[in-house]
C-alpha cells in the first residue's frame, strides 16, 4: 500500500506540480476532494505560477495546514493564530534543512528568465532535487498534522 508521501511524489513525477502534489496527498481526510485540491493548488507550482518565489511544496503544505487548522469562523482567531505557528514551524523545520523555502534559490535557477529555465529544465533539477521536496514536505505537514 502506498504511504500518502509517495502518493504525493507520484503525483508529481506523473506531471502535477509540487504545490498539486503536496496538497492532494491529504486533502481529502480534511474535507476537499483531490480534484479541487488540484485545481486550487494549480497556480502555486514552481514557486507561485512559475514565479520563483515560494517554493510549490511549501505552498502545498500551509494549504495542508490551513485544512486541518485554519479559520472559517470570524470569532476563531485562536485558529488563525495555531495557523500560523504551525505554519512558521513548518518554515523554520524547512529553512534549517534547505536554508531557504524560495523556489529560485533552492533549485539555484531563476526560472522566471527563459534562459535559465531552459537550463534547470536541462539540469534535470525538476526530475531530481524537486521530487525530494515534495517528499520531505510532505513528511514535514505530516508531522505537523498528527502531532498537533
Do not use: W
Not at 479559520?71 to 534543512?97: G, I, M, W
Amino acid at each position: 500500500m502506498e504511504t500518502k508521501i509517495e502518493a504525493a511524489v507520484d503525483l508529481f513525477n506523473r506531471g502535477f506540480n509540487c504545490a498539486q502534489a503536496v496538497l492532494s496527498s491529504h486533502c481529502e481526510e480534511y474535507g476537499l476532494s483531490e480534484e479541487l485540491a488540484k485545481k486550487l493548488a494549480c497556480g502555486f507550482g514552481a514557486g507561485m505560477g512559475y514565479n520563483g518565489e515560494v517554493c510549490g511544496a511549501v505552498t502545498g503544505a500551509f494549504m495542508l495546514i490551513g485544512l486541518k487548522y485554519g479559520k472559517y469562523n470570524e470569532f476563531d482567531n485562536a485558529a488563525k493564530e495555531k495557523t500560523y505557528k504551525l505554519v512558521r514551524d513548518f518554515t523554520e523545520k524547512f529553512k534549517k534543512e534547505y536554508g531557504t523555502i524560495i523556489c529560485k534559490e533552492l533549485t539555484k535557477y531563476d526560472i522566471v528568465n527563459e534562459e535559465e529555465a531552459v537550463k534547470a529544465k536541462d539540469s534535470g533539477v525538476f526530475k531530481t532535487f524537486c521530487p525530494l521536496l515534495v517528499k520531505r514536505a510532505t513528511e514535514l505537514a505530516e508531522e505537523i498534522l498528527k502531532s498537533s
